[in-house]
C-alpha cells in the first residue's frame, strides 16, 4: 500500500504558476505509473496529467499540453505536476493518484485505473 501527499498549492494571479509535489510513502514508488487529476466545484473529477514508472513517458489532457509538466523523482518518491500560464478555470482541487501497475492503451484517463490517492491541494486562480 502507498500513502500520498499533496502539497504546494495556493492562491496564484492568472498566468502565474506553481508546483505541486506529491509525496509518496513505501520503497516501491518505481513500481506505480501516477497520475494528477483536478476537481473544480460542482464538477466530476477530470484527469490532468500522468506519467510512466520511468518517468520516460508523459501524458496530458488537452488543457494542459504546453503549460503544465508532469515529472517524477523515483529517488525521492516524488511526483511533480508544474502549472505554468494559469487561467481561472484551472482553479480546482488537484489530486495525485498511484496505479500498481503499467498504463495500457489510454487508461491513465480514467480515475478507475488508479488503486490509491491523495488528498489534494487547492489550487485557486484569480483572474
Known amino acids: 500500500q502507498v500513502q500520498l501527499v499533496e502539497s504546494g498549492g495556493g492562491l496564484v494571479q492568472a498566468g502565474g504558476s506553481l508546483r505541486l509535489s506529491c509525496a509518496a510513502s513505501?520503497?516501491?514508488?518505481?513500481?506505480?505509473?501516477m497520475g494528477w487529476f483536478r476537481q473544480a466545484p460542482g464538477k466530476e473529477r477530470e484527469f490532468v496529467a500522468a506519467?510512466?514508472?520511468?518517468?520516460?513517458?508523459?501524458y496530458y489532457t488537452d488543457s494542459a499540453k504546453g503549460r503544465f509538466t508532469i515529472s517524477r523523482d523515483n529517488a525521492k518518491n516524488t511526483v511533480y505536476l508544474q502549472l505554468n500560464s494559469l487561467k481561472a478555470e484551472d482553479s480546482a482541487v488537484y489530486y495525485c493518484?498511484?496505479?500498481?501497475?503499467?498504463?495500457?492503451?489510454?487508461?491513465?484517463?480514467?480515475?478507475?485505473?488508479?488503486?490509491?490517492w491523495g488528498q489534494g491541494t487547492q489550487v485557486t486562480v484569480s483572474s
Open positions: 513505501g520503497r516501491t514508488f518505481s513500481s506505480y505509473a
Open positions: 506519467i510512466d514508472r520511468s518517468g520516460a513517458v508523459a
Open positions: 493518484a498511484a496505479r500498481m501497475i503499467a498504463f495500457y492503451g489510454r487508461n491513465y484517463y480514467s480515475r478507475d485505473a488508479y488503486n490509491y
